[in-house]
């Protein structure tokens, strides 16, 4: 059974730092492209970040700023999501998600299977 969980959210001041974890089951998560969304209230759902065999790590915001870090930890399954310097911006439910086509993209209709999400709240 597939199954993606995300842990590592909570409540952060801003300039904290953050690790949110994905821990896959079912699968091999070097196999997969695997990515981080995020959906903020009233906004629609958008790609963080992602990461695969294929294309390595791909920013899809901050990218200039470099305040996020993927990576993978394939001998655990888990792929993580390094966040510093935190903003209120960016108080959102994050998402990771995993695409069998091994390919990075921020368009959410290439996932195939997501994560229960976590909160992320980022007070000033």
């Known amino acids: 059974q597939v199954q993606l969980v995300e842990s590592g959210g909570g409540l952060v001041q801003a300039g904290g730092s953050l690790r949110l974890s994905c821990v896959a089951s079912?699968?091999?998560?070097?196999?997969?492209?695997i990515g981080w969304f995020r959906q903020a209230p009233g906004k629609e759902r958008e790609g963080v970040s992602c990461i695969s065999k294929n294309f390595g790590s791909v920013y899809y915001i901050d990218f200039e700023e470099g305040r996020f870090t993927i990576s993978k930890d394939n001998a655990n399954n888990t792929v993580y999501l390094q966040m510093n310097s935190l903003q209120p911006v960016d108080t959102a439910v994050y998402y990771c998600?995993?695409?069998?086509?091994?390919?990075?993209?921020?368009?959410?209709?290439?996932?195939?299977?997501w994560g229960q999400g976590t909160q992320v709240t980022v007070s000033p």
């Open positions: 998600a995993a695409s069998r086509l091994n390919y990075c993209a921020d368009n959410s209709i290439i996932y195939h299977y």
């Open positions: 079912g699968f091999t998560v070097d196999d997969y492209a």
